[in-house]
C-alpha cells in the first residue's frame, strides 16, 4: 500500500527566506509523485509532478523539488518565498496500476512572516 | 478552457437527510475521481471511475455512500443518512485517462455541514 508523510504540520517562513517542505513516501516501485498547493477555501492546484526522467523538477510559482529514490522523498523547495505562498501543501503518491488514486500526506500549513 | 466544477459550493443539512454531490470534469476527461477532505482523517479517496469500466470503490466508508457517472461525464456523489462525521470538503478531480495523462485536476470542493 502507498503511504505519505508529512513531518512538518507547521512552517513559518520569513518573506525573501528559503523554503523547504519535507516529503516521505512508501511504496514498492517507482511512483507518480506531486505537490499540491491549497489555499484558505480553495481546491487544489498543481504546483509539480514527477513521472520520470530528470529528478530535479521545476513547477509553477518558482517551486522545484527533487525525486531521491534513495531516500524515498521528494521535498519541495523554494529559494524566496512571498507572502502569497502562505498557505497549505500537500505531497501526494499515485501510481498506474492502483488507478492513479493519490494517497496524500497530512499537508503542511506555510505561515510568512513581514 | 473551463476546468471542474463542483455544485454545491456549500451544503448544510440535517443529520439523517440524504444529500447529492455533483461533480462536472473537464470535457474530454475520461477519469473521474472523489476524495474527503475533513480535519480528522486530511484528504482520502473515495471512489474512482475509468470510462465504462467497474468503478473502484475501494474508498468508501460506508454503505451510505454512493456514486454514479452517466453517460461518462457528470458524476453524482450521495450520501444517505448523513452523519455529524459525514461534514467535510469533498473534492472531484479528473485526467485524461490517456498514457502521459497521471495529472489530475481539481475542483473547488463542495464543503458539506451536517447539524
Known amino acids: 500500500a502507498q503511504s505519505v508523510t508529512q513531518p512538518d504540520i507547521h512552517i513559518t517562513v520569513s518573506e525573501g527566506a528559503s523554503l523547504e517542505l519535507r516529503c516521505n513516501y512508501s511504496?514498492?516501485?517507482?511512483?507518480?509523485l506531486f505537490w499540491y498547493v491549497q489555499s484558505p477555501g480553495q481546491g487544489l492546484q498543481l504546483l509539480l509532478k514527477?513521472?520520470?526522467?530528470?529528478?530535479l523538477v521545476q513547477g509553477i510559482k518558482g517551486f522545484e523539488a527533487e525525486f531521491k529514490r534513495s531516500q524515498s522523498s521528494f521535498n519541495l523547495r523554494k529559494p524566496s518565498v512571498h507572502w502569497s505562498d502562505a498557505a497549505e501543501y500537500f505531497c501526494?503518491?499515485?501510481?498506474?496500476?492502483?488507478?492513479?488514486?493519490?494517497?496524500f500526506g497530512g499537508g503542511t500549513r506555510v505561515l510568512v512572516k513581514p | 478552457g473551463a476546468g471542474v466544477s463542483q455544485s454545491p459550493s456549500n451544503k448544510v443539512t440535517e443529520k439523517g437527510k440524504d444529500v447529492e454531490l455533483r461533480c462536472d470534469p473537464i470535457?474530454?476527461?475520461?477519469?473521474l475521481y472523489w476524495y474527503r477532505q475533513s480535519l480528522g482523517q486530511g484528504l482520502e479517496f473515495l471512489i474512482y471511475?475509468?470510462?465504462?469500466?467497474?468503478?473502484?470503490k475501494s474508498g468508501l466508508p460506508s454503505d451510505r455512500f454512493s456514486a454514479e457517472r452517466t453517460g461518462g461525464s457528470v458524476s453524482t456523489l450521495t450520501i444517505q443518512r448523513t452523519q455529524q462525521e459525514d461534514s467535510a470538503v469533498y473534492l472531484c478531480?479528473?485526467?485524461?485517462?490517456?498514457?502521459?495523462?497521471?495529472?489530475?485536476?481539481f475542483g473547488p470542493g463542495t464543503r458539506l455541514l451536517v447539524l
Open positions: 514527477y513521472f520520470s526522467g530528470d529528478t
Open positions: 511504496y514498492g516501485a517507482t511512483p507518480y
Open positions: 470535457s474530454g476527461h475520461t477519469a
Open positions: 478531480a479528473s485526467r485524461t485517462g490517456t498514457p502521459g495523462g497521471e495529472t489530475q485536476y
Open positions: 471511475f475509468q470510462g465504462n469500466s467497474a468503478p473502484d
Open positions: 501526494a503518491v499515485g501510481a498506474r496500476a492502483a488507478g492513479n488514486k493519490l494517497t
